[in-house]
């Protein structure tokens, strides 16, 4: 099923974890790196603690980065997001989550993504059975986004 996925609708959106010192200037350190190589910081997620900050990353060129990355030496992760653009924030948040409840398929983390060219609201999930959750919200009219709909 997954192969089907992929040529229908295109690559899944990736998202970079990666773990930096909980001190000031270290995210801004990686968005700069990230910008000189021409890659936009699509969503974001931060999670700190006293020592480390991880960092969720969605970003306009994953290639690039997940390369960039390993040259520079930063330590990272990689998943698969299923991403949904909301009509209405509100409303459709509520819709969004209750399909995939009906369907009892879990959420692991969500967060928004920043704002689209089109200004669509856009929520990122990591969620139990990819495959699955595609094939639910789509059989039930949400618009899932994929990696060339964020590259910009």
């Known amino acids: 099923m997954e ?14 974890s990666v773990m930096l010192p909980n001190r000031a200037g270290t995210l801004a350190a990686v968005v700069k790196l ?10 974001l997620s931060m999670q700190d603690s006293r020592d480390v900050t991880v960092v969720r990353l ?5 290639e690039t980065t997940g390369r960039l990355f390993t040259e520079k ?3 990272h992760s990689t ?11 509100g409303p459709g948040l509520l819709q969004c ?11 692991d983390f969500a967060y928004a993504l920043l704002p689209c060219p089109k200004g669509q609201t856009m929520l990122a999930m990591h ?9 639910i919200l789509h059989q039930s009219g949400f618009k899932l986004m994929y990696q060339d709909d964020l590259s910009r």
């Open 58 to 62: 969605v970003v306009s060129d994953p």
């Open 127 to 135: 969620v139990e059975d990819f495959e699955f959750a595609v094939a």
């Open 79 to 89: 998943c698969e997001l299923l991403v949904v653009a909301l009509r209405e924030s």
């Open 97 to 107: 989550l209750e399909t995939l409840m009906i369907a009892e398929t879990n959420v």
């Open 73 to 75: 030496g930063i330590a």
């Open 3 to 16: 192969s089907d996925i992929l040529v229908d609708h295109g690559a899944p959106i990736r998202q970079f």
């Open 34 to 43: 990230l910008r000189g190589a021409g890659i936009e910081v699509i969503g």
